[in-house]
C-alpha cells in the first residue's frame, strides 16, 4: 500500500559507481593509470550488483 515510501536500495550504489567513474576519469587526466585501473574495475563490479538488483527488483 505504501510502497512509494520505501527507499530504492540501488539509488545508493548508483549514486556511488558515478562517484568512482568521476573519480576514475580524474585520475586517468592526471596520469595515474594504476588507480584509473583500480577504481574502474570497483566501478564494474558495482554496475554488476546493480544489475542483478534491478533484475531481481522486476520480478
Do not use: C, W
Amino acid at each position: 500500500m505504501f510502497s512509494f515510501l520505501k527507499r530504492d536500495p540501488a539509488r545508493k550504489l548508483k549514486k556511488r559507481h558515478s562517484m568512482l567513474l568521476e573519480q576514475a576519469m580524474r585520475a586517468q587526466r592526471n596520469g595515474d593509470i594504476r588507480t584509473y585501473s583500480k577504481l574502474t574495475a570497483e566501478a564494474e563490479e558495482l554496475f554488476v550488483h546493480i544489475k542483478k538488483l534491478s533484475a531481481s527488483d522486476s520480478q
